[in-house]
């Protein structure tokens, strides 16, 4: 595989073809995942979770952050490295930028950050010193608290039609990425064409540019309650690099997700 960059996204999406993400936390993992063809590995702060054992992503800390995409960009072959901003990194202009630094300075090569419209001036400011943004819509995890839940988002028309707003206006300041999380496939579908900017999607239907999932469940490691979009890849290869493999074609060859895994 070449180096993906932000244009090898951009190419893909121009030629009506997928791409690959998946989450990352360590040097092994990116290697294997990076081998396997995977174009963009995401150090999500997800990791709160499936690595830390909290409930939710709040208590992931910008130095846990750091910490583990350093482990990530030391494993990681060609795939494009994108980084969470944890929790409250938008609480203010001032701390946006410094924890963006903090993230590229550890090897961040796209940073992402949850939040709607009101984004647009931190993701504006962001972009102008250099810093490439992908804007989280949908179900942004860390406002858990007050969306009551891991809910599916947009069902309604008036939700669907803002969502689609704010996704042109965050693009409009800067965004160079959209990912979407638990929307309905038909809104799915909607934002990707309405953009010219790739759009991944994690439960957000086929018709997205580009599809993410979480490690974990791709490896069938996923404790509680399995999402109706993930899926087990590890239960059809014979090792963990080969799941990663099946994940990447299954993506490319759009035969994943399938209607069972979308809304
Ligand atoms: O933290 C994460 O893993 C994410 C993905 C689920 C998109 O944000
Ligand atoms: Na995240």
Redesign the pocket.
Known sequence: MKTVTLSTLKAHKRAGETFSCL?AYDASFARSASEAGIEVL?V???LGMVLQGHAS?LPVTLDDICYHTRCVARGKDQSLLMV?LPFMSNSSQERLLQDAGALMRAGAELV?VEGEAWMADGIRELTRRGVPVCA?LGLT?QTVYQLGGYKVQGRDAERATQILEDARTLVAAGASVI?L?CVPASLGRAITEALDVPVIG?GAGPDTDGQ?L?MHDVLGVTHGRMPRFVKNFMAEADDIPGAFRRYHEDVKARRFPAEEHSF
């Open positions: 989450t995401l999500g702060d997800s992503t969470d992402k989280h995890p990912l999380e994690i993410i979480v």
